[in-house]
């Protein structure tokens, strides 16, 4: 008896600190103090600040600030304080998604498509409502020409009209277009979506191209790579991984120009797909990597599972292509928001993948202020752009929602520091370094007991090919 008391003693603080992930934290006025804050809308520092939130929102950013009764203080101690980050287009519906994302200083999310029911109506409102941590989450609905991808089908107008009404019933931000899209239910779709107020985004749609598309309204093009697919001519056969001629490149931007349409600039996607083609033993690799731990299981067997690793030649012109294609839509200012694709390609794992796509971004050639503002300010325009309604976010300034990162170096002289937050602001609520480390020791502790949970299951009785209470009807 006395012996295992002292085991569980023992084992009391790791337990205590891994068991539970700590509650949401309530949203209270909180002032920044000794803060330098790079609020984003231009490159430029306020340095030794004050910045006071009041009610999930920022109220006041000066040098010396009255502050309220009660009024909880961070001392800054010349830490840097900015917007939160955005990851533009992602596949994340997990409980453990959203805290992991989190606690890498992710406050907004765009879901690009084929999210669960239970994230578009129940997760988000969770969020929303403080009863789970996590950021802020948008979310498309994925339509498509055929069932080949797995997405819902729009054949005319009819089913255009019904889904938008499905769209609007169960609370999406967006439509997604999908590659098969046929010309008709294109033009229904972006028709219907006009009527209903709900922006368009999307890949390039085979047989209506980027042109027709821009031209129509589309808000958003989902990838970088969406170009190759429904705007430069196509590589030819005998070189079908070819690169486009960048002298094409001029053509794009003038398009993109001309509509003031931003396009999601995910150089990690396209990279991470380069790195695996052909090459199996990158995807193994990927598993081997210090993010996996917050890697949800299921992904442990769909990765490998994947087509890219078994596919032949090299991707890399492109991924050259793409770095320039990059630094020219930068000089053109046209707006570029970050994206990853987490976590449904190889590689990419929530969260990580966003601080990846930053740093592929300044290995393309844009600053580090270039690249954050992908994640920050050009993110918050494009949300307020379509909801007027929402408070500004992306930017530290009076007004704007009270989603901040607070580190402990100037991000411009390096992102890694972004990495590793101080403290995260959400919607008003504010995790300190140690409460985000324990919602991610908890996201691997679950995960770890899940795998050796799996491992212990005792072999199906009566053998065969599945387990015996399934096929004998309970539930
Ligand atoms: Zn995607």
């Not at 749609?205 to 093009?221: C, D, H, N, S, Y």
């Not at 007027?388 to 989603?403: E, F, K, M, Y």
């Not at 990162?405 to 101080?422: F, I």
């Amino acid at each position: 008896m006395r012996m295992w008391l002292l085991v569980l003693f023992a084992c009391l603080p790791v337990l205590g600190a891994g068991a539970q992930p700590p509650p949401v934290p309530p949203r209270q006025t909180v002032a920044f103090v000794d803060v330098h804050v790079l609020p984003m809308d231009r490159d430029r520092v306020l340095a030794g600040q004050t910045v006071l939130v009041e009610d999930g929102r920022i109220v006041a950013i000066g040098e010396t600030l009255p502050l309220p009764p009660q009024t909880q203080v961070v001392d800054g101690d010349g830490a840097w304080l900015l917007p939160g980050l955005a990851d533009m287009h992602n596949h994340l519906d997990g409980r453990q998604d959203m805290a992991v994302q989190l606690a890498l200083g992710i406050t907004t999310t765009l879901h690009m498509g084929e999210a669960r029911n239970s994230f578009v109506g129940r997760t988000r409102a969770a969020v929303a409502a403080g009863e789970q941590a996590g950021p802020r989450s948008f979310v498309a609905l994925a339509v498509d020409g055929s069932p080949r991808y797995g997405h819902l089908v729009v054949r005319d107008a009819d089913d255009a009209r019904a889904t938008l009404r499905v769209a609007q019933a169960n609370g999406y931000d967006a439509l997604k277009l999908y590659n098969t899209l046929s010309p008709d239910a294109f033009e229904a779709l972006m028709a219907e979506a006009r009527a209903a107020g709900l922006p368009v985004v999307g890949h390039g749609v085979t047989e209506v191209g980027l042109q027709r598309q821009l031209e129509a309204g589309m808000a958003l093009v989902a990838h970088l790579e969406e170009f190759f697919y429904a705007f430069f001519p196509p590589a030819p056969d005998d070189d079908p991984n070819a690169a486009p001629d960048p002298a094409q490149i001029e053509a794009a931007v003038a398009l993109l120009r001309a509509h003031g349409t931003p396009v999601v600039a995910d150089l990690v996607t396209y990279r991470a797909i380069a790195a695996q083609w052909g090459r199996p033993d990158v995807v193994a690799g990927f598993l081997h990597r210090p993010e996996a731990r917050y890697l949800p299981p299921q992904f442990r067997v769909s990765w490998p599972a994947q087509g890219y690793a078994g596919r032949e030649g090299s991707l890399d012109r492109r991924v050259a292509f793409l770095s320039g294609f990059v630094r020219a839509l930068q000089a053109a200012g046209v707006p570029l928001l970050s994206g990853t694709d987490a976590q449904d390609i190889p590689g990419l794992v929530g969260g990580f993948a966003l601080h990846d796509n930053l740093d592929a971004l300044v290995e393309a050639g844009l600053t580090p202020y270039e690249a954050l503002v992908t994640a920050t300010r050009a993110p918050g325009e494009f949300v307020h752009r379509h909801r007027p309604d929402l408070a500004l976010s992306g930017v530290v300034a009076p007004g704007a929602r009270a989603d901040l990162v607070l580190v402990r170096a100037d991000p411009r002289d390096g992102l890694a520091t972004l990495r590793q937050p101080l403290g995260v602001m959400a919607d008003g609520r504010w995790y300190p370094a140690g409460d985000l480390a324990a919602r991610l020791e908890d996201v691997a502790r679950q995960y770890r007991a899940a795998a050796d949970s799996a491992l212990d299951l005792p072999p199906a009785a009566g053998g065969g090919d599945g387990p015996a209470r399934w096929r004998s009807g309970q539930p």
